[in-house]
């Protein structure tokens, strides 16, 4: 029995859904309300003290962290690999993935947006800035590593979606719900196209969840 | 030849000369210096376009991100591995790490620290205030989950430190520069100074680089 804890809107949740919907694991939902702060309930903050979601339980253990996670997943599920075989090419696509899950992600999250917000009375506006800005660079950044490198199809490296991409969809979604501009990012636009129409990208769509909501 | 492209205070640049100086690996340090803002001039951008450090170059070969770089370290040097031999576990301890290396990081790195002081106009003041949020909530958390784990030693897995202390250690510096309130994290500040008595984490603090200046 595999259960991921997440919310439909939450980026690292959307990124465990994708993997395992590549391997082609069956897996439960459980929602943790972030809209209504279930997050920093005590009885969620004993499951994750961070506040944070996702967490996955497999079989009576308790996993957190996403990009811990899909190694775990990638380890214990290894068709389709998500990382390619070479060393050296494995560490490429997850420093790609790093850029997103480090650096752009953690940086617009909800909980640092709202503090952005706060810190500088600036509102929803502010808000707003703040997370073109980050996303924007840090897309911009990667942009520029992963057209550098050469493509025989719309994916990043290889001729599937791989741990790239898990990452990329998701801030790629981000980034459209905040406005961010992608105009100088036409290979990572192409590629999120080419991701969110298989199967197991789309249904690990935050609209195809079932704890989705109509947009507010 | 291994050669990293760090500056001596940067925490991620800290968390590879950790590595590789526990996997007992010759490396020459090039200084990519952050005070004067070398890393945003056209002749890094076009090394790691982000403008971040650190970056391995071995054998011809340039590695960003340091997520991905102590893995690959840790594939092509195995002993001694950083990271447990069972899947669970390492997952456990990639957790661990990925609290430190996403979500405490990254978002008091000193560009971000930087931008939080411009928006709320609040300086110096802000800058720390902000810092010491955090790192002090971050390591909250890391603490409750490490210390609901068996420990026989003062590390954080297992016997020998490996990669939670590796990211530990560079972010317990920070913690101090920043004085954040570490009374809450008697574990991590216990591994912390563990680790840190031993040679490969001693001869990786900041102080002891070739580029190291007087505190300022």
């Known amino acids: 029995m595999t259960t991921l804890y997440g919310y439909w809107r939450s980026s690292a949740a959307y990124r465990l859904r ?26 969620w903050r004993a499951i994750q003290p961070q506040g944070l979601v996702p967490v996955l339980k497999h079989e009576g253990e308790t996993f957190l962290q996403s990009p811990a996670i899909l190694e775990w997943i990638d380890e214990t599920w290894p068709d389709p690999a998500l990382l390619p075989s070479d060393p050296s090419a494995r560490c490429t696509v997850r420093g790609w993935a790093s850029i997103i ?32 800005r980050w996303i924007q660079s840090g ?11 050469d493509r025989t199809t719309p994916f990043l490296h290889g001729d599937q979606p791989g741990m790239t991409e898990i990452y990329l969809v998701p801030q790629m979604y981000n980034a ?32 195809a969840q079932p704890d989705a909501e109509a947009d507010v």
């Open 18 to 43: 994708i993997a395992l919907n590549m391997k082609g694991v069956a897996y439960d939902q459980i929602t943790v309300n972030l809209k209504e702060g279930e997050q920093n309930g005590e009885a």
């Open 176 to 207: 459209r719900r905040w406005g961010a501009d992608l105009s100088n990012c036409p290979t990572l636009v192409a590629a999120d196209e080419a991701a969110r129409a298989l199967p197991a990208f789309a249904a690990a769509a935050p609209e």
């Open 139 to 149: 897309l911009e950044s990667l942009e520029v590593l992963v057209a550098a490198h």
């Open 101 to 132: 899950g480090c650096d752009i992600h953690p940086v617009q999250n909800l909980r640092i947006l709202k503090a952005v917000a706060a810190e500088g009375g600036t509102g929803f506006e502010g808000m707003k800035a703040w997370a073109q």
